[in-house]
């Protein structure tokens, strides 16, 4: 019993604490106004304000100037030789659907099945994982949380990283349909099958594909004929949830790196007549003549990596995102779905800064374009009056890893910005003054 009552007293004493991590709960809209004033304000979509005011109310921006009225009860925040950005967007990720990779509860990341396209990531997603307060810390407010697994994996949502429920977290629940084109690459290691065994069933894959979307264009056919004294088709929920990509409702994810892969994903794409996406485009740069006439942004995966071959040069996977920009090519940068490290989403975007993207574009490939490509950049992704105010202050360029993010709010609310690692290094850093004393 003395046990349970020290147990209780200690949990007192850490909820003030908690409670005065932030002046609004997360979760919660905002109650009151808040002016940043005296800061130098990146729209993203406009030019750099210097010395501005930025003022948001009801989770949105109302005002952003050099002169600005603010109204009753609001709350001056002085940010002063500072800079204010809009969040920045991990436009391909499995936050929330994972948490430790060697421990199988807490892993749910995909279904059983080649075809799972009724399959929602949001509802899966868990609001306490240790990895959002990380990765927000660094100003990745954000987040696009992918199905993987099967061919036809299911549908992602848009987070917001904040909130006590995944419905309090979502920006966005249905943004697209995710397929994993099969790899056209064989094995020819000792063990493996024969080519023609691994050939086989790479077609196979295809036409698993093909017959999927086939069998869904003609159930919503079906469908539609109720309405004309049809008689009722029973519903299936995989073809159901395929109606909206087949009505060009919403977007096809195809997941393809190979030059090969993705010639081939780009004939299914034009036999379907679907909108799409590419995501992972290792080789979108020796085809944007290709992703240029049939209007296909690439979502490119990550620039930290080596070169897939070993006759490539060394900064290929550097140069890529600058490629597609001197193309024309619309794209975004993310980490590759590097779940424990998308903190380091802006550092990504500035390896392609370093290898010929303009600086400007590197930011923007973190911020306005993944919004664009997600759908959502009447929202969120650059700064501007009618927008969600999810932004972050900082004390420097947010490319630069000596930057530190200084505020966040998402919707208008103050995140709190301690995580997992704030509180190892204040404990450590409390340990070893004491010892040094």
């Known amino acids: 019993m003395r046990r349970y009552v020290w147990l209780l007293m200690a949990v007192a ?9 932030s002046n609004q709960r997360p979760g919660r809209s905002q109650d009151h106004p ?34 600005v009225a603010l109204p009753p009860r609001t709350e001056r925040i002085d940010v002063t030789g500072k800079h204010v950005y809009p969040g920045m967007i991990a436009a391909h990720t499995n936050l929330g659907l994972i948490e430790i990779g060697s421990v199988r509860a807490t892993l749910d990341l995909n279904e059983i099945g080649d075809i799972t396209s009724s399959v929602r990531t949001l509802p899966a ?25 099967g061919l036809i994996a299911g549908i992602s949502g848009l987070l917001t990283l904040d909130g006590w429920t995944w419905e309090d977290m979502t920006l966005k629940s249905q943004v697209g349909l995710h397929v994993g084109w099969p790899s056209a ?3 020819r290691a000792p063990g493996a099958p024969s080519v023609e065994e691994q050939q086989k069933r790479i077609e196979g894959q295809i036409h698993t594909i093909r017959d999927a979307f086939r ?19 029973d519903t299936d929920v995989n073809w159901e949830a395929m109606i909206p ?3 060009k409702e919403m977007p096809v994810f195809v997941h393809a790196d190979a030059i090969q892969d993705i010639e081939m994903a780009l004939d299914w794409i034009t036999d379907e007549g679907v909108r799409a996406v590419l995501v992972g485009g290792y080789d979108a740069w020796r085809l944007t003549d290709r992703l240029k006439t049939l209007g296909i942004p690439v979502i490119l995966n990550g620039t930290h990596r080596l070169p897939s071959r070993d006759w490539e040069d060394y900064d290929t996977p550097f140069s890529c ?6 193309a024309g090519i619309a794209f975004c940068i993310t980490t590759g779905s590097d779940n424990y490290n998308e903190r380091n989403l802006p550092y990504q975007a500035a390896t392609a800064a370093a290898y010929g993207l303009p600086r400007d574009e590197a930011l923007k490939a973190v911020t306005l374009y993944p919004a664009q490509i997600l759908g959502v950049s009447d929202r969120v992704g650059s700064l501007g009056v009618g927008k969600d105010a999810t932004l972050i202050v900082t004390n420097g360029d947010p490319l630069e890893i000596v930057t530190h993010v200084e505020r966040a709010f998402i919707l208008g609310r103050v995140v709190d910005l301690s995580s997992k690692h704030t509180q190892l290094y ?10 040094n004393r």
Do not use: C, W
């Open 13 to 21: 004493t850490l909820i003030p604490a908690v409670a005065s991590a």
């Open 34 to 67: 808040i002016a940043l004033t005296g800061g130098t304000v990146h729209p993203v979509g406009g030019p750099i304000l210097e010395n501005a005011t930025l003022l948001f109310e009801q989770g949105k921006i109302t005002a952003i100037g050099t002169s």
């Open 125 to 149: 997603v868990n609001p306490d994982s240790e990895l959002f307060p990380v990765t927000r810390a660094n100003g990745v407010l954000m987040a696009l949380t992918v199905p993987t697994g």
């Open 185 to 187: 690459a064989v094995s």
């Open 215 to 233: 069998a869904a264009r003609a159930y919503m056919v079906a469908k539609n004929a109720e309405s004309t004294g049809v008689p009722y088709h």
């Open 245 to 247: 990509v087949l009505k």
């Open 321 to 326: 995102a600058a490629k597609l920009h001197q």
């Open 426 to 435: 204040d404990k450590y850093r409390a340990k070893y003054e004491t010892r």
